[in-house]
């Protein structure tokens, strides 16, 4: 039979363990540092911004804790995956980027300054954006006219993309192979500058996320002929997607999400998906979420993981059949 001090001693024990280790009212379960940072990958103003900043206002009293936003820009997310594998893995820091610098960086990419399968982990998917080829208003009315367009002049088969590491970049090689157009996608330095080039007729198109394009689009500075999501977006239901212009099987949206350094151990992992997932559901939330163009996503560590994967099988075979590579 124990001794009564055995049984104050476990008594004593299981109290401070249940004190340390028990979720307290509005404070994540696992010992998150007192200020949490998500790092942006685009400049300030952008789309991706827009959204890493009301997730971060919501997260701090689901977290109870100082929450900022930080900018790494470069490469969409090249350069904050450089910068993420230097940071603690205390659960401290949070990278907000699309699904490409785990699923499509890897095979565009000659040499990548980080490993994606152990410098990356994947905390939670976060919205879906689709894309959307536009042109600008002087431009073609249909994405058929567009391709008649590109077929009898080269000079005018270029489109512009936000990222060449991005899904709307493999969306245009894609639609170049299945209408056997060549196409030609020069880079720009976020969707802004490429937006700024279309508004003033300096690019025949462009590619990039929806989002970027709506406000121009709605006041008639830009067109928008197709989009790239499954079904018409009921923020501008008078814009037909790629299938319906006669590519079904054609589409794409970018993933953006939330990703850890690697080593970060799985219980603080596990605290920020939870506290994300509860954000991304909270209906205010999603309402404004929506009114970006953004669809919430969310869901597990596990599932993000398996998207990218996913995305990879999809969109490797095209890049490789196109011979594209980043240097």
């Known amino acids: 039979m124990p001794t009564r001090r055995q049984v104050l001693q476990a008594a004593t024990a299981a109290a401070t363990t249940a004190t340390l280790g028990a979720p307290r009212p509005g404070r994540a379960a696992a010992p998150l540092p007192d200020t949490v940072r998500i790092i942006v990958v685009v400049p300030p103003g ?17 977290l109870n804790r100082q929450v900022l936003v930080d900018y790494k820009p470069g490469a969409t997310g090249l350069v904050a995956s450089q910068y993420l594998k230097t940071t603690e893995p205390d659960g401290g820091t949070v990278m907000f ?14 040499r990548l300054p980080y490993d994606p399968e152990t410098d990356l982990v994947p905390v ?24 008649d367009q590109a077929r009898a002049d080269p000079l005018r088969a270029s489109v512009g993309t936000s990222s060449m590491g991005s899904v709307g970049a493999l969306l245009m090689l894609r639609l170049s192979q299945l209408a056997k157009v060549d196409l030609q996608l020069v880079a720009y330095k976020g969707g802004q500058p490429l937006l700024t080039d279309l508004m003033g007729n300096q690019v025949p198109a462009g590619v990039s996320v929806i989002s970027d394009y709506l406000t121009q689009h709605q006041a008639g500075r830009v067109r928008i002929l197709a989009a790239g ?3 018409r977006t009921a923020l501008a239901p008078d814009i037909p997607t790629l299938a319906e212009s006669g590519f079904p099987d054609l589409y794409g949206a970018s993933s953006i999400g ?17 506290a994300i997932n509860t954000v991304l559901a ?5 309402e404004r979420l929506l009114a970006m163009g953004a669809e919430p996503k969310g869901g597990s560590a596990q599932a993000f993981r398996q998207l990218a ?15 594209i590579r980043i240097e």
Not at 49 to 54: G, H, P, T
Not at 132 to 144: D, E, F, K, Q
Request: with cysteine; glycine share 6%; proline share 11%.
């Open 124 to 147: 939670c998917d976060g919205v879906h954006i689709p894309h959307a080829l536009v042109v600008p208003t002087a431009g073609p009315r249909t994405l058929a006219a567009f391709l």
């Open 229 to 231: 999501s499954r079904e």
């Open 309 to 323: 994967r996913t995305e990879r099988a999809r969109w490797e075979p095209v890049a490789r059949a196109a011979n």
């Open 46 to 62: 952008a789309s991706m911004d827009n959204v890493a900043r009301l997730v971060a206002e919501r997260l701090k009293p689901v």
């Open 282 to 286: 909270a209906p205010e939330t999603r």
């Open 97 to 110: 980027a699309p699904i490409a610098v785990a699923a499509f960086f890897p095979f565009l990419y000659s």
């Open 258 to 274: 939330f990703f850890m350094r690697g080593g970060t151990p799985a219980p603080l992992v596990q605290a920020m998906s939870g």
